[in-house]
């Protein structure tokens, strides 16, 4: 969640707890809740997620350089490979 208000935030963490023990019977992880300046960006699904832009991670990024300059020997899945990759990148 991303709110300008830190009290906001605060208190949606309560009830999203509280809907998450009563209706889904789970819990929140206590260590894995962070609020920061939205301004710090934060990681979702491989991209890091900045107020003005979007940032590729290291993770798919190094693994794309492999795919690249360490081709698979089947050039129809090398040839997919990439495809997927670009196909990615196109959104950052």
């Given at each position: 969640?991303?709110?300008d208000?830190?009290?906001?935030?605060?208190?949606?963490?309560?009830?999203?707890?509280?809907?998450?023990?009563?209706?889904?019977?789970?819990?929140?992880?206590?260590?894995?809740?962070?609020?920061?300046?939205a301004?710090?960006?934060?990681?979702?699904?491989?991209?890091?997620?900045?107020?003005?832009?979007?940032?590729?991670?290291?993770?798919?990024?190094?693994?794309?350089?492999?795919?690249?300059?360490?081709?698979?020997?089947?050039?129809?899945?090398?040839?997919?490979?990439?495809?997927?990759?670009?196909?990615?990148?196109?959104?950052?």
């Amino acid at each position: 969640m991303i709110c300008d208000d830190k009290q906001i935030l605060l208190g949606a963490i309560s009830r999203i707890r509280e809907f998450m023990r009563e209706n889904l019977k789970l819990t929140l992880h206590p260590k894995k809740i962070r609020l920061q300046p939205a301004s710090k960006g934060f990681s979702f699904l491989g991209a890091y997620i900045y107020p003005n832009y979007l940032k590729l991670g290291k993770r798919i990024e190094r693994n794309f350089r492999e795919c690249v300059f360490k081709p698979n020997t089947s050039k129809g899945k090398q040839a997919q490979m990439v495809q997927s990759y670009l196909g990615l990148l196109k959104h950052f």
